[in-house]
């Protein structure tokens, strides 16, 4: 087997990083990536569950390895869909050799030491009775700009819906001594802008006890280079009011909280196991707008969920118009292998979940076409991502995470990393149009 590898990334951005750690990994063991999968000896897919949709996608593409079989090409399929389904993905796929779950990503080199000694398949799959996590100084960072950092792995919350507590095992924090070692090394790189992932940011606990999450946060923010610091994805459950305190005393600590309510309906959140009412979810939404700073909110939203009735609908929809969010991320129901809610009856038609989606997003767009309006004029600061060329525009992202599009008079563009001074003079629901201020 040649020793090159092509990995492709499928779901959230825990699987994008962990992509950047397996990468890493591979090329310490002597491998090297290529960009094209003719090119390569070992072809991997770290994949995601989340919806049967995510799992399809996977399912398909493992098809298409059926056409390279033959070329002395091997095969690992790795993240949620392979520790979801395990060894089955051999029956399904026989050409596999390795199926591993992203807690035994750090067996990762033994695994391919025994793949190159022969072994036809091996797996690494998590009981969730592991305590470790994926620590690796190796990481191959895919984003120039910005550096992602793991606080903690796994989930102990067992939404009634969800596949994330199976697929990445029991919740478990790294040090915060090594997360801002992490943080330093990168800021030492050049990076200006960190994102601390973790499915539960908010249920952070370092397991020396010196911090807190939000103190986390804030130190992160004070490493000198550091611009913006992001993290994601919060609970409402473990969601604390020093988070936001966090928010409004270090400037660098982005102003924009992303908070999944999942639904605005009480009985359907006690039914989806969330821990929390409306009532309680809107407390957190009131410290956040009692903020000094304008914290953008966003959310996620799942709609048909079994027994969601026609009024649940509603509560949503009202929920929206409470909070105004400046985005949400809307989803049908769909049921996943071995989660609780399995065994409910998904008695809400196909049709009437579409129905249910589009009446939210349109709700949605509405209440952002107003929100959005409150940037006129506003001045910000835009980390620039990319160029229009078309449009002689230059693209880039506020510090709240909007897509700003802004024309600037300099004769040369300015680089993607780069942060320019703008004033938007123009606002559309999903994005702003400015014009970078002359210095
Ligand atoms: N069906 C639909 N959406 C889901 N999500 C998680 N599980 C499911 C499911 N079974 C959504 C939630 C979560 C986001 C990442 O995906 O809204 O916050
Ligand atoms: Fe997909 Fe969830 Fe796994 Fe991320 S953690 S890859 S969203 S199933």
């Known amino acids: 087997m040649s020793k090159t590898f092509y990995i492709e990334t499928f779901g959230c951005q825990m699987n994008a990083h962990d992509s950047e750690k397996v990468i890493g990994t591979l090329e310490q063991g002597g491998y090297a990536q290529v960009d094209d999968e003719a090119d390569a000896g070992l072809i991997v897919y770290n994949t995601c569950s989340i919806r049967d949709k995510a799992e399809q996608k996977v399912f398909h593409r493992l098809n298409e390895y059926k056409r390279m079989q033959g070329e002395g090409k091997r095969f690992a399929v790795i993240g949620c869909v392979a520790q979801q389904e395990g060894e089955r993905i051999f029956e399904k796929a ?90 330093r090394r990168i800021a030492d790189l050049g990076y200006t802008e960190i994102q601390l992932l973790g499915q539960n940011v908010n249920s952070y606990q370092d397991p020396s006890g010196a ?76 410290w956040i707008k009692a903020a000094r700073r304008d914290i ?31 985005a949400i991320f809307a989803f049908k129901y769909s049921p996943r292998p071995n989660t609780p809610a399995l065994t409910m009856l998904d008695s809400i038609p196909e049709q009437v979940k579409s129905a249910r989606l589009q009446h939210l997003l349109d709700r949605q767009r509405a209440i952002q076409r107003k929100n959005y309006e409150r940037h006129l004029g506003e001045e910000m600061d835009v980390m620039v991502e990319g160029h229009n060329a078309q449009r002689a525009q230059v693209i880039g992202r506020s510090s709240q995470n909007k897509t700003v599009n802004f024309t600037t008079t300099q004769p040369i563009l300015p680089a993607a990393g780069s942060y320019v001074r703008v004033r938007v003079t123009q606002v559309f629901p999903n994005s702003l149009v400015a014009e970078a201020k002359v210095v």
């Open 94 to 183: 026989p050409y596999v050799s390795i199926v591993s779950g992203s807690a035994s990503y750090r067996n990762l080199p033994e695994m391919l030491a025994r793949l190159e000694a022969g072994e036809q398949r091996i797996t690494g799959l998590d009981d969730r009775q592991t305590d470790q996590t994926f620590e690796t100084e190796f990481v191959s960072r895919t984003n120039p700009h910005r550096g992602y950092i793991t606080i903690i792995e796994g989930c102990d919350k067992f939404c009634a819906y969800c596949v994330v507590p199976y697929t990445r095992g029991k919740e478990r924090s790294r040090t915060a001594a090594s997360v801002l070692e992490e943080a």
């Open 211 to 286: 911090m807190t999450f939000a103190e986390l946060l804030a130190a992160v923010g004070q490493i000198g280079g550091i611009r913006r610091v992001r993290f994601t994805t919060s609970h409402p459950r473990d969601f604390t009011k020093d988070i936001v305190d966090a928010i409004d005393s270090y400037e660098t600590l982005c102003d924009h909280v992303h908070l999944p309510v999942q639904s605005g309906s009480s009985a359907v959140l006690h039914a989806m196991n969330r821990e929390y009412t409306r009532e309680w979810y809107l407390e957190r939404i009131s």
């Open 296 to 326: 953008s909110m966003t959310s996620d939203i799942i709609v048909g969920f079994p027994g969601e009735t026609e009024r649940d609908l509603e509560d949503t929809a009202t929920l929206l118009d409470d909070v105004g969010y400046d």
